[in-house]
C-alpha cells in the first residue's frame, strides 16, 4: 500500500488587494477618521489640545496630521491613535442615540457623574485622563445605557 502525501491547502486565502494597496485604503480612512474627530471636537466645543489628547497626542502633531489629511488625503497613523478614533466615533454614536440633542451631548459630557466609572466628576475629565483605558471605560457606559 502506497500513501500520497497531499500538501494542505491554504487555510486563509492569499489577499486580493496587494499590501501596498491596504496600507493607502487605510491611510484614506485614517484621514476620514481624523476629519471626523475633529468635527466631534467642534460639536463638544472641546480645544485642539483637549482632541490632542484624546488622541494620545500634542497638538502640534494633531496641526500636522490636520494639514496632511487636508493636502494628500492619506494619512498613515498608530494603530493606538486608530483605536483613539475609533473609540471616540462610538461615543460620539452613542451620544447622538441617547441624547439626540447637542446641548443634552455636552451637558452629559461636562457634568458631574455618579456612576461608578466617574466617581463624581463628568465624562469629559474621564476621556481626558489619557488612557486608551478611559475611552474604552466611557464608551461601556453610553454602549450599556443602550441596551
Known sequence: MVLQVR???ARWPKPAVPPAADAERSARRNALGLREALAIAAHWQINQEQLARLLGSVPRSL?????QADETGLLPLSADTVERISYLLGIHKALQILLPTPDNQRLWLRNANSGP????QP???RLLGGQVADLYVVRGVLDGARG
Open 7 to 9: 500538501e494542505p491547502a
Open 63 to 67: 496641526q500636522r496630521w490636520r494639514k
Open 117 to 120: 466609572a466617574f466617581n463624581g
Open 123 to 125: 465624562p469629559l475629565d
